[in-house]
């Protein structure tokens, strides 16, 4: 069974400072991996994803992510943190299985709080 | 293209009635998958169906909880007999078929039981 974790429940970062929520994932093939934001009283906005290739991933207001499989993480990561950057971000993971499609398995989620 | 609409973005029923709740998925995407979200929690599978079919409900409790995607028209979540452990916060997500695909996300769909 797929799984994922997300080891801190919140990050405080100073804006303008680099920020990194943590991922590791545990899954029996090839993962797809993704990230997510949400804001409060809000649905989910994708961020980004890994499937294949490059293991470090950009996607959308500057976030990136990293791929390790060695370490079976995919950490997401920002230069430069802005206090509109804290909300809850999810990890997750989909397994595949000779291509067909399954759910997206979540991580409990890691609260940003970016301050002044 | 309009996203994943839920509706009714809030609810609230009494002990031992109905809720439906309903999803469109994104123009051209026949994959729904159900959600569910606790306060300060994180997202439960619940379902997930494509036209006509489910594929996968894991995630749904056995008792009072249904979903149907039809050939026409959105799909629905119902859940029988509420009690207030069902208030939550329920997100519906669609994807084209294809695991490389993304999963978008509805607003979610607010059901307090009082």
């Known amino acids: 069974a797929q799984s994922v974790a997300q080891p801190e429940d919140q990050v405080n970062v100073a804006e303008g400072n680099p920020l990194t929520v943590k991922c590791t994932y545990s899954?029996?093939?090839?993962?797809?991996l993704f990230w997510y934001v949400q804001y409060p009283n809000r649905g989910l906005q994708f961020l980004l994803k890994y499937i294949t290739g490059d293991n470090l991933v950009k996607g959308s207001y500057g976030f990136e992510a990293e791929f390790n499989k060695s370490q079976t993480s995919f950490h997401l990561k920002k230069p430069s943190a802005l206090v509109s950057d804290s909300a809850l971000y999810f990890c997750a993971v989909r397994e595949t299985d000779g291509g067909t499609a399954s759910k997206l398995t979540f991580g409990t989620g890691t609260r940003l709080q970016v301050t002044l | 293209n309009a996203g994943v609409m839920q509706n009714p973005r809030h609810l609230v029923r009494r002990r031992g009635q109905e809720a439906r709740l309903r999803c469109s998925p994104m123009k051209g995407h026949s994959h729904v998958y159900w959600y569910r979200q606790l306060p300060e929690e994180g997202l439960k599978f619940m379902v997930y169906?494509?036209?006509?079919?489910?594929?996968?409900e894991s995630g749904m409790p056995k008792e009072r909880f249904s979903a149907e995607f039809p050939k026409e028209g959105p799909s629905i979540l119902r859940i029988q007999q509420v009690v207030r452990g069902d208030s939550a916060a329920y997100f519906c997500a669609s994807s084209p078929s294809g695991a490389r695909n993304t999963i978008y996300f509805g607003e979610g769909s607010w059901l307090t039981v009082v």
């Open positions: 169906l494509q036209k006509e079919n489910i594929i996968d």
């Open positions: 899954v029996s093939g090839n993962p797809y």
